[in-house]
């Protein structure tokens, strides 16, 4: 989590301060109370000496432990404690749940200039009323700051639940509720071959048309639309399918139970390569376009929703073709966090099963 800069003068002060606290102005200190013991021991006999010395080592003592308090510091220029400045190191790590450990001391990213804000703020409460997501996003700093609030479980006004909402997260511990939510809107995206059929919220659907285009643009061919929006009622008919054909357990590793399935958001969308005719899409990995789409996807809202090597944070096998929209700010914070799960980028419990 990016965390704002001290200014420099600041921080240079901040440094020179610590510098000057720590160990050269300890050495200068004893070198100076050698030298007076020295003079004294001349001038009081060796008996002296032996209380001298002892007078001398309990101020060493008693300077040494002065100087090494935190309030020793107190002179720097605007008063920052370095003790509640250090804690910013321990926000820089990269997930979310180190994150929140480390950061105890701070409510979050607290810091002054235009960073995040909370569920407190007036301009959360407002964006939430809007109904706008992507204003939301915006008012608590951009998706970054958005993912970290609500990853540290700073931001209780953010229902992770709500499938209304573009975060919505959907996995085999976390169904739709209600479990036969239906999306007010759902529309074909233009300009875009199907091979069955396909429909997405508008927002998706217009970002899954920009994809298409610039993948052909870029030279990586012709990308096509398979599946969207399943309702609860197909889903329920395509989940029982395969339970009649292969048994529950199997029917599980390839399909998700109704009420379970991020195509019921309207959010969802598997796609193909379409190179001549369209391919299935499991092939779509090894294909130019499945390639171009892993690294290109964020920019138009898109992420790789199951990616290889996580089926056990996500219950699913590796899907390339499966891509889910949450928006260009979540989809950037996701691609440059270098995130891999949503459950990861969110802060939520791994969902390898049901
Ligand atoms: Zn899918």
């Not at 007078?55 to 308090?69: D, F, M, T, W, Y």
């Not at 997405?200 to 030279?219: K, R, S």
């Not at 061919?221 to 054909?245: D, H």
């Not at 891999?340 to 802060?347: K, N, V």
């Amino acid at each position: 989590m990016p965390q704002p800069e001290q200014p420099n003068s600041r921080r240079a002060a901040r440094l020179a301060a610590e510098a000057s606290a720590t160990a050269p102005a300890h050495r200068a200190t004893a070198d100076r109370a050698v030298a007076s013991r020295r003079r004294f021991a001349f001038a009081l006999g060796r008996r002296g000496v032996v209380a001298v010395v002892a007078v001398l080592a309990v101020g060493l003592i008693a300077l040494v432990v002065a100087l090494a308090r935190p309030g020793g510091e107190s002179t720097l220029p605007d008063g920052t404690a370095p003790a509640a400045a250090n804690p910013t190191d321990a926000v820089t790590l990269p997930g979310g749940s180190g994150a929140a450990a480390g950061a105890t001391a701070l409510p979050v990213p607290a810091q002054s200039g235009p960073a995040a804000a909370s569920c407190d703020s007036s301009a959360v409460t407002s964006a939430l009323a809007s109904g706008s997501d992507a204003d939301v996003i915006a008012a608590f700093g951009g998706g970054a700051a958005f993912r970290a609030t609500v990853a540290a479980g700073a931001a209780p006004c953010i229902d992770l639940g709500d499938p209304h909402r573009v975060w919505i997260v959907v996995d085999k511990r976390r169904p739709l509720n209600p479990v036969d939510f239906e999306p007010a809107e759902v529309v074909a995206p233009a300009n875009i071959q199907r091979t069955v059929d396909g429909r997405l919220q508008p927002p998706a659907a217009e970002a899954l048309t920009a994809l298409v285009a610039a993948a052909a643009d870029e030279g990586a061919g012709a990308i096509g639309l398979n599946s969207a929006y399943r309702s609860y009622a197909s889903q329920t008919r395509t989940y029982n399918g395969y339970v009649n054909s292969l048994g529950r357990a199997e029917a599980d590793r390839q399909s998700a139970r109704p009420g379970y399935s991020e195509h019921q958001t309207g959010l969802a969308t598997d796609v193909a390569a379409c190179d001549g005719g369209c391919g299935a899409i499991e092939s779509f990995g090894g294909t130019r376009q499945g390639a171009w789409t892993a690294a290109n996807a964020w920019r138009f809202g898109f992420i790789i929703r199951y990616e290889d090597g996580y089926t056990a944070v996500t219950g699913y096998q590796a899907e390339p073709w499966h891509l889910r929209y949450v928006g260009v700010e979540l989809a950037k914070a996701y691609h440059e966090g270098g995130f891999h799960t949503l459950e990861d980028f969110f802060g939520l419990p791994a969902a390898p099963d049901y």
